[in-house]
Structure formats: structure tokens, C-alpha cells
């Protein structure tokens, strides 16, 4: 039987917790996108027949980026300071400066304590031999910045878009490390094990494809 007394402490924890809800603030975060990955599977659903959503930025065996990825419908990624976007091009310097200038000319948009936080893609590129293949460059650049973070205090969250099972060492140091992780990939290809592997795993074949009102 809740008194008088008991009813305005249980009413002031109330509110004590209502405050902290509203003041606590989201975790610095990084979104480190395997682009070579990424484009590869987003190449491989549409051979298989996938309808691309409007808005895809898409250049061949390059890149793929939609503005949905940080934020849209069913997840909501949370204080991204940088959007760190690792890929490879077949070409000459001029073909990557290229890529790079196209690449971060893309804006994105996450949640932040006092709204939108928003910013745009800081891309690495780099040359590859053949369209076809993936290099390993792309990999142990993305494995070195994300380490260099795990270091520090400047970030409490790593966002990682990629199916590639390769990373699930790095995963586990980082979550190791006391960092919060988690994976965006789209289903083709995706590591059967990396879902499980992270604290929260956010599928992209929603983001990419259907039409533009499904999501």
C-alpha cells in the first residue's frame, strides 16, 4: 500500500530518472563502411533480380551509398562524428582523386543529443589491378583506423558496414576493449556468424533495395 510519503519518493525517483533520460548523452560513434564489400554483395543482389531504391548512389565495382544507411524508418545510427568510407578503383591517380571528390561530396545525417548531427564522407581509396577483385588494402586500412580508436576515449561506439567474416578478430578486440559495436551488411554474403558476434547487427537490404515507400 503505497502512503503518502512512499508515493512522493517513488514520484520524485520518477523524476529524477525522467531527467537523466533526457540528459544522458548518446555515445561518440564512427561508421567505418567497407565500400569494396559493400559494392560487391550490392552488385550481387542486383544480378539476382533486386530493385534498387531511389536514391542509391551507386558507381560500378566502386561504390554504393544511400542516405538511409544512418538514418531511416527502422534504426536510427546514433552521434556519427565521421563516416569513414574504404574503397578501390581500376585507374590512374587521376581516376582515384576522382572518386575521392565524388565520394565526399555525399552528406550524412544521425541522431544527435540536440537533434541531427550532420557532416559528410571522408572517403580512402585506392588502386586496385582488376574491377573484380578486392584488395587487401581496403581491409588493413580499416583494421588499423578502427584499432587506432579502441585506443582511445575519443569515440565509445564503432559502427562497421560489412559482411566480410575476416573481421570478426578485430570485432572481438575492439569489443574487448570495452567499445559498443555494431555491423550493417546486406544478407548476400553476410558472415553466418558476424549477427551474433556484435552488440546490435542492422540489415541493409531495406536500405538499398525496394521502393520508396516500403521503408
Known amino acids: 500500500l503505497c502512503t503518502r510519503e512512499t508515493c512522493a519518493w517513488h514520484q520524485a525517483e520518477l523524476v529524477q530518472f525522467d531527467f537523466y533520460l533526457k540528459n544522458m548523452s ?5 561508421l ?8 560487391m554483395r ?3 543482389m542486383l544480378k539476382a533480380g ?3 531504391r ?8 566502386t561504390f554504393v551509398w544511400h542516405d538511409r544507411v544512418t538514418r531511416n524508418n527502422v534504426f ?6 565521421r563516416v569513414c568510407y574504404y574503397t578501390s578503383v581500376v585507374g590512374d591517380e587521376t581516376r582515384v582523386v576522382d572518386v575521392k571528390r565524388e565520394l565526399s561530396q555525399i552528406a550524412f545525417e544521425s541522431r ?3 537533434g541531427a548531427m550532420r557532416g559528410r564522407i571522408v572517403p580512402s581509396v585506392f588502386k586496385k589491378q582488376a574491377r573484380s577483385k578486392k584488395t587487401r588494402n581496403v581491409d588493413i586500412q580499416i583494421v ?10 575519443e569515440i565509445e561506439r564503432v559502427y562497421l558496414a560489412s559482411g566480410d567474416g575476416d573481421y570478426l578478430p578485430l570485432i572481438n578486440e575492439v569489443m574487448r576493449r570495452g567499445k559498443q559495436v555494431e555491423l550493417l551488411a546486406l544478407s548476400s554474403g553476410l558472415n553466418a556468424a558476424l549477427p551474433y558476434s556484435v552488440d546490435n547487427f542492422h540489415s541493409l537490404d531495406d536500405v538499398f533495395f525496394g521502393t520508396d515507400t516500403d521503408n
Not at 567505418?32 to 559493400?38: I, P, R, Y
Not at 536514391?55 to 565495382?61: A, L
Not at 588499423?144 to 576515449?153: C, G, K, L, Q, S
Open 42 to 44: 550490392y552488385q550481387d
Open 144 to 153: 588499423i583506423d578502427i584499432m587506432r580508436y579502441a585506443f582511445t576515449d
Open 32 to 39: 567505418f563502411v567497407d565500400g569494396e564489400n559493400l559494392c
Open 76 to 81: 536510427q545510427l546514433c552521434k556519427i562524428v
Open 54 to 61: 531511389p536514391g542509391v548512389s551507386y558507381r560500378p565495382d
Open 26 to 30: 548518446l555515445p561518440r560513434s564512427i
Open 50 to 52: 533486386g530493385t534498387p
Open 112 to 114: 544527435g543529443d540536440d
